[in-house]
């Protein structure tokens, strides 16, 4: 069972993009289970004192599981389509990660050096999105990623 952590910098209240977040994750829960995936948790870090990206990494770093698969969220990573992401997250499972863990940066993006200490890099485009956008992006990802690997109908090329 691979584990997969979102540690992600800002904090989701109460809204639509919340609601849609949990949903996605809940839904990557029930059908990940079956594959060896999940359970899928969120970590949410806040630098409250300014302090830029460096301070951003120092949060980070302490919410990524130990020995975790760390996988960055950055624009200049590498673009997956959808099958090749499952692929990524079968691939890292069957390697024997216990754990996985995607970092979504603040509004300024990752910090160089964590970015360099990454073990992946994924882009979801060369546009800049709003982190809080592409917290619920990724979550639905995972949960098209598990269905693609279990051969469900939800995603269609």
């Not at 499972?93 to 160089?112: E, F, H, N, S, T």
Request: glycine share 10%; charged share 25%; aromatic share 6%.
């Amino acid at each position: 069972m691979m584990r997969v952590t979102l540690c992600v910098v800002g904090r989701l209240r109460t809204g639509p993009q919340k609601a849609l977040a949990a949903d996605y994750l809940s839904r990557f829960d029930r059908t990940g289970r079956a594959l060896g995936l999940g359970p899928a948790q969120v970590v949410e870090t806040e630098a409250r004192n300014g302090g830029g990206t460096a301070a951003e990494a120092a949060l980070l770093r302490r919410a990524l599981p130990q020995g975790a698969l760390t996988c960055i969220l950055d624009e200049r990573g590498k673009r997956l389509d959808s099958p090749q992401f499952a692929r990524h997250l079968a691939d890292w499972r069957d390697q024997g990660r216990a754990d996985l863990a995607l970092v979504i940066g603040g509004a300024d993006g990752i910090d160089p050096a964590l970015r360099e200490e990454a073990d992946f890099s994924l882009s979801f485009g060369t546009m800049v999105w709003p982190h809080l956008l592409v917290r619920v992006m990724l979550a639905e990802q995972l949960y098209r990623a598990a269905t693609i690997l279990a051969g469900g109908p939800y995603h269609r090329n």
